[in-house]
């Protein structure tokens, strides 16, 4: 068989299978979180939140959600290596100024421990 032919028949059923993709995909909420971050990031966000202190009731607003979206966790002083819940330090800005928040990562809640805003 052509080369030429082979490169058309391969062409053909790629734009078949993304197409097929597509048309599966559409309109659910699918993301890709190949990196460590981004998984932390949305397995903490599909969560419901507790404030221990309940010093801050800002953590179901829409800009707690933008914050989360932009933190990056700090696994050097995070402990994943626990069974049952593992503790994460969450880094980021909240309105314009750095915070950072350590979270107590359970099944099916995320407990804020510790909200400490960093000086610059």
């Known amino acids: 068989m052509n080369l030429l032919y082979r490169l058309g028949f391969y062409l053909v059923?790629?734009?078949i299978g993304l197409v097929f993709l597509t048309v599966i995909l559409k309109g659910k909420k699918t993301s890709c979180n190949y990196g460590p971050n981004d998984r932390v990031i949305s397995n903490l966000s599909k969560k419901s939140w507790k404030d221990q202190n309940r010093v801050n009731s800002a953590f179901d607003s829409i800009a707690f959600q933008?914050?989360?979206?932009?933190a990056s966790v700090d696994f050097g002083k995070?402990?994943?290596q626990k069974d049952s819940c593992k503790i994460y330090f969450i880094?980021?800005?909240w309105k314009d100024k750095p915070i950072s928040?350590?979270?107590?990562?359970?099944e099916k809640t995320v407990e804020v421990l510790l909200?400490?805003?960093?000086?610059?």
Do not use: M, P
Not at 66 to 70: I, V
């Open 115 to 120: 909200l400490d805003y960093r000086s610059q």
């Open 91 to 93: 880094n980021g800005y």
């Open 66 to 70: 933008a914050f989360l979206n932009k």
């Open 13 to 15: 059923g790629f734009s």
């Open 101 to 106: 928040i350590t979270v107590e990562n359970c």
């Open 78 to 80: 995070s402990d994943t």
